[in-house]
């Protein structure tokens, strides 16, 4: 991984709130990396970091917004993560609700830990994430060879 993140930011219609308010906390750190967004998180995350931010925000500041969730956004996010485009994953999934796209979000689960990508579930890993010294730093990430799996023997 390089030394500026790419880092996707999702949040749950129940969890939004929590993403604003983590955004306000930890926005000068995230101006310093690459921010991927579903839907109206994408538009809520620009907006707190604007307004932080003020006069001091660079001229080239953006964010890449992807669909919302349950319009694919979370499968377009998925994409990006099998095709190397996607660093950490902040995703403050409500564990309380059921929602339309259930599927979607356990594939985005199961594919962010395939390919060994922190991925911070809820405002204490969050935390403990963007405060780690490796966020400003290049890191070498351990990636699993599945080469035996897909040259795997099918009868």
Same mark, same amino acid.
């Given at each position: 991984?390089?030394?500026?993140?790419?880092?996707?930011?999702?949040?749950?219609?129940?969890?939004?709130?929590?993403? &604003?308010?983590? &955004?306000?906390?930890?926005?000068?750190?995230?101006?310093?990396?690459?921010?991927?967004?579903?839907?109206?998180t994408g538009r809520l995350v620009e907006e707190t970091i604007r307004r932080k931010?003020?006069?001091?925000?660079?001229?080239g500041f953006a964010i890449r917004k992807l669909k919302s969730g349950p319009l694919?956004?979370?499968?377009?996010?998925?994409?990006?993560?099998a095709d190397g485009e996607i660093d950490a994953i902040i995703f403050f999934w409500?564990?309380?609700?059921?929602?339309?796209?259930?599927?979607?979000?356990?594939?985005?689960?199961?594919?962010?830990?395939?390919?060994?990508?922190?991925?911070?579930?809820?405002?204490?890993?969050?935390?403990?994430?963007?405060?780690?010294?490796?966020?400003?730093?290049?890191?070498?990430?351990?990636?699993?060879?599945?080469?035996?799996?897909?040259?795997?023997?099918?009868?």
């Amino acid at each position: 991984m390089e030394k500026i993140k790419r880092i996707a930011l999702v949040a749950h219609d129940n969890r939004k709130r929590h993403m &604003v308010e983590w &955004v306000e906390y930890n926005w000068h750190t995230l101006m310093r990396h690459i921010l991927v967004c579903t839907g109206t998180t994408g538009r809520l995350v620009e907006e707190t970091i604007r307004r932080k931010a003020g006069s001091t925000i660079s001229e080239g500041f953006a964010i890449r917004k992807l669909k919302s969730g349950p319009l694919g956004g979370d499968q377009q996010l998925g994409a990006l993560i099998a095709d190397g485009e996607i660093d950490a994953i902040i995703f403050f999934w409500d564990p309380m609700s059921p929602h339309p796209h259930d599927v979607d979000v356990k594939a985005l689960l199961r594919i962010a830990v395939l390919y060994n990508l922190p991925i911070a579930c809820n405002r204490s890993t969050a935390d403990f994430m963007i405060s780690s010294p490796l966020l400003d730093r290049e890191y070498e990430q351990a990636v699993v060879d599945y080469g035996e799996y897909i040259e795997r023997k099918l009868s």
